[in-house]
């Protein structure tokens, strides 16, 4: 009883504005209402979790409970947004660059070819092992063929 006297009490000194805006938050909660991707890709971003931010400080500020309200629901519109936008999807099904250096590392991991050990026994050959050529090459006829 004494609780119910203390809600009647809160609720008694609120405004008419707040009542509203409690009232849409609470329906923003409650109900899955989707954030249009414009809005999501603001919301899912640096400045716009600072707009976030500073709007929900600022909530707490007008009224505790719309305070506590908005902290709620801003975390629920993150949620959705991060969904809405796909950045959710790239944070948990994508992986790192770490992780796909590790997994090509692990599929490099092979033993030395055939081909591989034929190349190594070769030796080695320089320029100083070619003797001149013996013969001068002469241009032949050529039929009315371009000389290249």
Known sequence: MIYMDRLLKLVEKQKNHHMLLSLVMVVFILFDISVPNKVADAVDSIVGRLVVLAVVVYLFMLNPVVGALGIVSAYVL?????????????????????????????YNQF??????????????????????????????????????
């Open 78 to 106: 993150l949620k959705r947004s991060e969904s809405a936008s796909g950045s959710f999807g790239v944070q948990d099904s994508l992986p790192s660059e770490t992780v796909k250096n590790m997994h090509l590392t692990a």
């Open 111 to 148: 033993p030395e070819t055939l081909e591989e050990e034929m190349v190594e026994k070769i030796p080695p050959h320089g320029q100083a092992e070619l003797a001149p050529p013996s013969f001068k090459p002469l241009i032949a006829k050529n039929k009315n063929a371009f000389v290249v």
